[in-house]
């Protein structure tokens, strides 16, 4: 049969994927006779649609997987989604906002379902993507990681570093609302434009400004910007500051974060309660006074407005102040932005008690590993970025307060805590929130088990540690693993630690490949959390891809209106043309903008070969090949094939992908095509033999970069030899 005129990627693509599957082409045994070769793939988020970095991440790591197959390693590349927690909970909850719901409206538990639910239609989405990217990869190793073996490896990790010392409760600031009883992430909080009092109060022989005069107990320094010429002395100095209950003493510090414009230029320093003030307290070793409770009330050290509300004690400490003449002016008409929640109540930013884990003892072996090369890291360039980060790291902040994800396995027992903060549903459905001593008065500790929708232990709660409920009494966290915790330790979880064969077998893996963006928070944490767990680092090479950027170089945002769907793409230029113009656009791993004219131009490209195909093909089938050629032709394109071949294969063991996409691009359309097709023209009879090796070995190699087009042209040409992904990779000789 004749091939058809031009090569149509729509006729092809969804048969040859059907091909590879029913000969189950990539799925891994455990054949120890062979060399494995394994790619963990990053697992995309299962509550959205892939993007165009998806897809260059997929392209890079099928041609690896192609390519390390056609060698005749056994190749593992395993498939999996991401519930992405945070980012997950927001989308949801976007949905449900629709409905004239929210998190509120659900107990922790049907909450938790429902998302369950939502994720896994788009989950299939997903997965059909990758499927239709032609991805190689095992689908019957594919793993959520909400999964039970994954939750339970992760959970048990947690307790083996509590165990070792190496988990402990620490404070961090969160945004926090004392009238809906919980935290909400930086991206659910919004700023609204207000206008308050400003108050100009003497601290000494200084002046401060401030909207929150109410904090000043929790005071641990005031702050001066070093560049202001005002102040410069005053910087290392001890103020003495006439307060409401006596005089006491503070430091005066220098932090270029003071605008010298603001106020007198001078300010109180409140660590526990402003988001700034907690990072200057942190840099100039400040203590945390906290002055508000989680209940929105002022604590013990501010004396005798103890007990009153935020609002309350700001008049009534105002009023104390002015009466002792310690307010110098106030500005009523005082413009700011505060912070408020969904429900529009101020936000307080709060230090609350969150799960930490240590960093030195980890951070170690995973930086010797790097810096010893048994990691290597790709580009090259980027290997400092790492070493820069794990040189500076802090300890880990592992926990969120968020529905969706992992729950962390501490336990509360009611009867030993009772100053925990709890909010639940009622059996009439009204949500009740409080201390929950004062709760167990009115309502049993199984109902708050049944409702309960977020707890909050303060930092003297007693606790137990075990991936196992400890007691019936117990209330446990409701606090949630950072998705990057998990996702820490994916390659283990994916591969079966610590029992299974396939951990035997494939671990480590051999290639990690990403984009650079989560160098720091991904690829290091899988590197702590995998030596530590094996003493073993997860991989052995690290590619970082460069991001996407959208046509016009700018990121891609919603709000900018460019961002690309790839799908788009691949209707109208195919799989391949799409594949090899990312790979192309990566050939410094820097960010790059879209390139829209090379994927016209692969387009073309795959046109091309399918007409060098039908050039060659009348004479393969008319078998009129004579043995070696001395003719001079022949022997030219012979030796520049030899060279393609040794070229390609150095580029891709340097992992220079878009130098080898060039190389063949460059041999099969201006050395074959033009020059040596002109050539034999008159004479192809002849040269069959010649024609059909190099058309074969073109085949082989561009496989890997565009799987469909040359699978589509070897059925037509060399049907009778199989699939030809499962041909051997050419060898030079
Ligand atoms: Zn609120």
């Given amino acids: 049969m004749q091939m058809q005129k031009n090569y149509d990627h729509k006729l092809y693509e969804e048969e040859i994927i059907k091909?590879?599957?029913?000969?189950?082409?990539?799925?891994?045994r455990n054949d120890t006779a062979k060399k494995p070769f394994t790619i963990v793939l990053p697992p995309p988020n299962a509550s959205g649609k892939m993007h165009t970095g998806n897809?260059?991440?997929?392209?890079?790591?099928?041609?690896?997987?192609?390519?390390?197959?056609?060698?005749?390693?056994?190749?593992?590349?395993?498939?999996?989604?991401?519930?992405?927690?945070?980012?997950?909970?927001?989308?949801f909850e976007r949905e449900l906002k629709k409905?004239?719901?929210?998190?509120?409206?659900?107990?922790?538990?049907?909450?938790?379902?429902?998302?369950?639910?939502?994720?896994?239609?788009?989950?299939?989405?997903?997965?059909?993507?990758?499927?239709?990217?032609?991805?190689?990869v095992d689908w019957s190793r594919n793993k959520f990681t909400l999964e039970p073996e994954v939750v339970s490896l992760v959970c048990k990790t947690f307790e083996?570093?509590?165990?070792?010392?190496?988990?402990?409760?620490?404070?961090?600031?969160?945004?926090?609302?004392?009238?809906?009883?919980?935290?909400?992430?930086?991206?659910?909080?919004?700023?609204?434009?207000?206008?308050?009092?400003l108050y100009y109060i003497k601290y000494g022989s200084l002046v401060v400004a401030t909207v929150r005069p109410e904090t000043k107990f929790g005071d641990t320094a005031?702050?001066?910007?070093?560049?202001?010429?005002?102040?410069?002395?005053?910087?290392?100095?001890?103020?003495?500051?006439?307060?409401?209950?006596?005089?006491?003493?503070l430091k005066v510090i220098g932090d270029e974060f003071v605008d010298p414009k603001f106020g007198t230029g001078v300010v109180k320093v409140t660590p526990a309660h402003d988001p700034n003030d907690y990072e200057m307290g942190k840099k100039h070793n400040l203590a945390t006074v906290k002055v508000i409770e989680l209940n929105g009330k002022l604590t013990e050290v501010a004396g005798k407005y103890a007990g009153l509300s935020v609002f309350t004690a700001r008049k009534q400490v105002v009023d104390d102040l002015k009466a002792?003449?310690?307010?110098?002016?106030?500005?009523?008409?005082?413009?700011?932005?505060?912070?408020?929640?969904?429900?529009?109540?101020?936000?307080?930013?709060?230090?609350?008690?969150?799960?930490?884990v240590k960093m030195d003892s980890l951070r170690k072996?995973?930086?010797?590993?790097?810096?010893?090369?048994?990691?290597?890291?790709?580009?090259?360039?980027?290997?400092?970025?790492?070493?820069?980060?794990?040189?500076?790291?802090?300890?880990?902040?592992?926990?969120?307060?968020?529905?969706?994800?992992?729950?962390?396995?501490?336990?509360?027992?009611s009867k030993e805590n009772p100053n925990l903060i709890v909010s639940f549903i009622n059996t009439d459905g009204t949500v009740v929130n409080g201390r929950l001593a004062e709760l167990l008065r009115n309502y049993t500790l199984e109902d708050i088990k049944k409702g309960l929708q977020v707890l909050m232990a303060p930092a003297e709660s007693k606790y137990k540690i075990s991936v196992e409920k400890p007691s019936e009494d117990c209330l446990q966290e409701t606090d949630t693993f950072d998705t990057w915790f998990s996702s820490g330790q994916w390659p283990l979880a994916i591969l079966g630690y610590p029992e299974s064969e396939d951990f035997k077998y494939f671990y480590p893996t051999n290639v990690l490949e990403t984009g650079w963006e989560i160098l720091s928070k991904w690829v290091s944490r899988m590197m702590m959390l995998g030596i530590y767990l094996t003493g073993e680092p997860p991989f052995k090479n690290v590619y970082l891809h460069g991001i996407v950027r959208a046509l016009d170089g700018r990121k891609m945002s919603k709000s900018l209106g460019n961002v690309i769907n790839p799908e788009e793409y691949i209707d109208e230029f195919g799989v391949d043309a799409l594949r090899m113009g990312l790979v192309a656009g990566t050939a410094t791993g820097k960010d790059f903008s879209f390139p829209r004219d090379r994927i016209v131009g692969y387009k073309k490209f795959a046109n091309k070969l399918w007409n060098v195909a039908r050039f060659i093909e009348p004479v393969l089938a008319a078998k009129q090949s004579s043995d070696s050629s001395t003719n001079e032709d022949d022997q030219w394109i012979l030796h520049e094939l030899e060279l393609v071949i040794e070229k390609v294969d150095s580029s891709l063991e340097k992992y220079r992908f878009a130098e080898a996409?060039?190389?063949?691009?460059?041999?099969?359309?201006?050395?074959?095509?033009?020059?040596?097709?002109?050539?034999?023209?008159?004479?192809?009879?002849e040269a069959s033999q010649t024609l059909s090796k190099a058309l074969d070995i073109c085949l082989r190699l561009l496989h890997p970069f565009m799987p469909f087009v040359t699978e589509a042209v070897w059925k037509e040409v060399f049907l009778d030899e199989g699939l030809l992904i499962s041909q051997e990779w050419p060898e030079s000789k």
């Fill in 19 to 28: 091909r590879w599957e029913e000969a189950g082409i990539f799925k891994a």
């Fill in 55 to 91: 897809v260059l991440m997929i392209a890079i790591e099928d041609i690896l997987i192609r390519w390390h197959k056609m060698k005749g390693e056994e190749t593992l590349w395993i498939p999996g989604t991401d519930h992405a927690g945070t980012e997950t909970q927001i989308t």
């Fill in 99 to 136: 409905q004239g719901k929210s998190r509120f409206s659900y107990n922790r538990q049907d909450f938790y379902e429902e998302v369950w639910k939502f994720v896994q239609a788009n989950k299939t989405l997903v997965e059909g993507q990758i499927r239709r990217m032609g991805a190689g």
């Fill in 160 to 197: 083996k570093l509590y165990q070792d010392g190496l988990v402990y409760r620490g404070d961090y600031m969160v945004n926090y609302c004392p009238k809906c009883g919980t935290t909400y992430a930086d991206i659910e909080i919004n700023h609204i434009e207000r206008v308050d009092p």
């Fill in 222 to 249: 005031v702050a001066v910007n070093p560049a202001d010429t005002r102040y410069k002395d005053w910087i290392g100095s001890e103020i003495e500051v006439e307060g409401l209950s006596g005089k006491f003493k």
């Fill in 324 to 356: 002792k003449g310690l307010i110098d002016k106030v500005d009523e008409h005082y413009s700011h932005s505060v912070a408020v929640c969904k429900a529009g109540h101020d936000v307080e930013p709060t230090i609350l008690p969150n799960w930490f």
């Fill in 365 to 413: 072996p995973a930086l010797e590993a790097v810096k010893e090369g048994r990691v290597k890291i790709y580009p090259k360039w980027r290997t400092l970025t790492y070493i820069r980060w794990m040189e500076n790291i802090h300890d880990w902040a592992i926990s969120r307060q968020n529905i969706w994800g992992i729950r962390i396995p501490v336990w509360y027992s």
């Fill in 661 to 685: 996409a060039e190389i063949l691009y460059e041999f099969i359309w201006h050395k074959l095509a033009d020059v040596y097709l002109e050539k034999v023209k008159d004479r192809r009879e």
